[in-house]
Nanobody
Framework: QVLLVESGGGLVQAGASLRLSCEPS????????MGWFRQAPGKDREFVAA????????EYADSVKGRFAISRDIAKATVFLQMNSLKPEDTGVYFC?????????????????WGQGTQVTVSS
């Protein structure tokens, strides 16, 4: 099992930027896909962005395209989420996740390990 530790959340004003990081501990050789999901109060967890470790293929939710950028460190399997032009509707707990397959990256069922989450709050 992989333990994921997220960092980088915080409270910012609309239009600001934040960079989230997620670092796995333990054996990471089976990590193929890495993703970010978020959950706003009273809402279901939703997909934000994902990246394949090997070739860097990315997927983004329509709501964040052009504002967020996901990247990774291949060797460490660390995943980053650069969030620019933040909006109040981006507020939520952000979770990173890793999975052993290169399949359907937007589905939470593709991921086997999850972090505890980091709070992102965007004020208007």
């Amino acid at each position: 099992q992989v333990l994921l530790v997220e960092s980088g959340g915080g409270l910012v004003q609309a239009g600001a930027s934040l960079r989230l990081s997620c670092e796995p501990s333990g054996d990471n050789k089976n990590i193929r896909s890495m993703g970010w999901f978020r959950q706003a109060p009273g809402k279901d967890r939703e997909f934000v962005a994902a990246i394949r470790r090997r070739d860097g293929t990315t997927e983004y939710a329509d709501s964040v395209k052009g504002r967020f950028a996901i990247s990774r460190d291949i060797a460490k399997a660390t995943v980053f989420l650069q969030m620019n032009s933040l909006k109040p509707e981006d507020t939520g707990v952000y979770f990173c996740a890793t999975g052993p397959q290169n399949g359907y990256m937007t589905s939470p069922t593709s991921y086997t390990d999850w972090g505890q989450g980091t709070q992102v709050t965007v004020s208007s």
